[in-house]
């Protein structure tokens, strides 16, 4: 059943559009694997973009400071401990320099990435975790407790596995899920983590109650060969790719607590590339990512029928076949970016970022499309999820300046006391100063200037990072090309900073004019 598109329709994300970014802010010469596995490939943070590499004997893969692109070194270092291919790699959601992998050489291994930029291989593994019989071909990152991390392999099962220990090899997982009867495809975790949702190959999607192991749903509809599975937030509903009885890619959507029947079922085309989907819980928007084409189809998800609402489709002639997503702290909420992609392009070893854009005439920061969204801070500690507590994540403003989410990678490594950058402490200053200095302007009776004055003082204080980017935090360039994009960024933070100077200027002499009218005025009375 094709879902019903509304001719008109109300909606704030109606005109997203997808932007690449430029030649110069690709990442170019990733040797990305060949492997024929079905999975994203790559992992991104705030600081690194992990992706899984081509690799003789063994498997590995690179981990890339986020600003470091252009042309990447052959002999860049590699993180590469696995004696066979690396099927999949996730960030930890509370700490962006620890990463965990999995191979099917039967491990998962958890690493520590350095802060200061890599200089050799990483060989040596912070843990290494031992229950699998057979290759390990997914992992998922509890989503609000701190260093619970779940693993599937082709032994049918799935093993929960505490890091809260100082063992370096952990060979007994906490809890292990023996209901599968063949692989497992995909997992899914709801907002609090109560919930954990699978696709399997024998075409069945469950929902368990993961501290328990309790299977509560579970669908068998015949005419759905499910690939992924996706929980959509708080919306209480399930979302599956996969392929009809005609072998029609579709997409499924389903009552989390009813599976026995779909609220809605759409196919796409007679394609063959799986489909990726990824869901934005604060915007309520649904990307879909086809492997094997350039395209994102993206949707508007709502409570009421239809449900599935079609807004666009990004269209691009070179075909990806591994996909990451940044998290939502380190999106450029300047540009009213909300969402960023990194395709994966093995024929041109080129890494692709591809942005998401609200298209706004005001520069400052749009507080509909940017509500209050997960940050770095677990809400339960591994234990006390352990002992059965459940807790929604831990939410932070995108607010520049707030001083809670900090994207900016910060390479060397500082004493903890020295970790407040200048521009940090700046931007804080800016945060409060404005209100007090206005409160002390006493003498000012207009208010509507008193309001302006703020905005402006706001926006500087988003005019201070080029991009998102700090140019005087980044390590020394070490090649040409590196050297001249510094170059122009200084550049563009040299201009930038002279037009906040005049401007400021002008604000005085402003304010020195108020304050001779106010004189005036008191000296006639």
């Avoid at 604060?282 to 079609?310: A, C, H, Q, W």
Wanted: overall charge neutral.
């Amino acid at each position: 059943m094709m879902s019903w598109h509304p001719q008109y329709r109300s909606s704030k994300f109606r005109h997203v559009y997808g932007k690449p970014a430029s030649k110069e802010k690709c990442y170019d010469c990733v040797p990305i694997t060949r492997s024929v596995h079905d999975n994203h490939f790559c992992a991104v943070n705030p600081h690194f973009i992990a992706v899984v590499t081509e690799c003789a004997g063994g498997g590995a893969f690179l981990v890339i400071p986020v600003h470091q692109t252009g042309k990447l070194d052959p002999h860049y270092p590699r993180v590469c401990g696995h004696k066979g291919n690396v099927l999949d790699i996730k960030w930890n959601p509370f700490n962006d320099f620890v990463i965990a992998s999995c191979s099917e050489d039967a491990t998962v291994k958890i690493w520590d990435i350095p802060k200061h930029l890599l200089t050799r291989n990483i060989t040596n593994a912070k843990k290494e975790l031992l229950g699998h019989a057979r290759r390990v071909g997914l992992i998922e990152w509890h989503p609000t407790a701190n260093n619970i991390l779940f693993s599937s392999g082709y032994d049918y099962k799935i093993m929960i596995w505490n890091l809260d220990t100082k063992e370096t090899v952990i060979q007994n997982p906490v809890k292990i899920f023996n209901s599968h009867k063949d692989v497992i495809l995909s997992m899914s975790f709801n907002m609090d983590g109560s919930l954990l949702a699978t696709a399997c190959r024998d075409r069945k999607i469950r929902i368990f109650e993961p501290q328990t192991g309790t299977v509560v749903q579970e669908a068998s509809y015949k005419s759905h060969r499910v690939n992924k599975v996706l929980f959509l937030g708080n919306m209480k509903k399930l979302l599956s790719t996969g392929t009809s009885r005609w072998n029609n890619r579709q997409i499924v959507l389903w009552d989390q607590n009813d599976l026995s029947v779909p609220l809605l079922e759409e196919d796409l085309d007679g394609s063959s590339g799986l489909l990726f989907p990824f869901y934005d819980s604060d915007t309520n928007m649904l990307y879909v990512v086809s492997k094997g084409d350039g395209n994102i189809r993206y949707y508007e998800i709502s409570m009421e029928k239809p449900y599935l609402n079609f807004l666009m489709e990004y269209r691009s002639h070179i075909p990806q076949k591994g996909i990451g997503a940044m998290p939502k702290r380190g999106l450029d909420v300047s540009a009213c970016e909300i969402f960023r992609f990194y395709k994966l392009i093995p024929t041109k070893s080129l890494i692709e970022p591809v942005s998401m854009i609200v298209p706004r005439r005001s520069e400052s920061y749009q507080e509909d499309i940017y509500p209050m969204t997960a940050g770095t801070q677990p809400a339960l500690t591994s234990q006390e999820w352990l002992n059965g507590i459940n807790k929604g994540p831990v939410l932070v403003s995108l607010r520049p300046g707030s001083g809670i989410v900090n994207s900016l990678p910060q390479f060397p490594e500082q004493e903890p006391s020295q970790k407040t950058t200048e521009s940090n402490r700046y931007q804080n200053q800016e945060e409060w100063m404005p209100l007090e200095e206005i409160q002390k302007q006493s003498s000012v009776p207009d208010r509507k200037s008193q309001k302006k004055m703020e905005e402006r003082l706001q926006n500087d204080s988003q005019m201070r990072l080029s991009n998102g980017f700090d140019v005087f935090e980044c390590p020394p360039p070490k090649t040409e090309n590196e050297l001249l994009q510094m170059f122009y960024r200084q550049q563009e933070e040299i201009r930038r900073l002279r037009e906040v100077v005049s401007q400021r200027d002008v604000q005085i002499k402003q304010l020195e004019l108020e304050i001779k009218n106010c004189h005036m005025d008191a000296g006639r009375y």
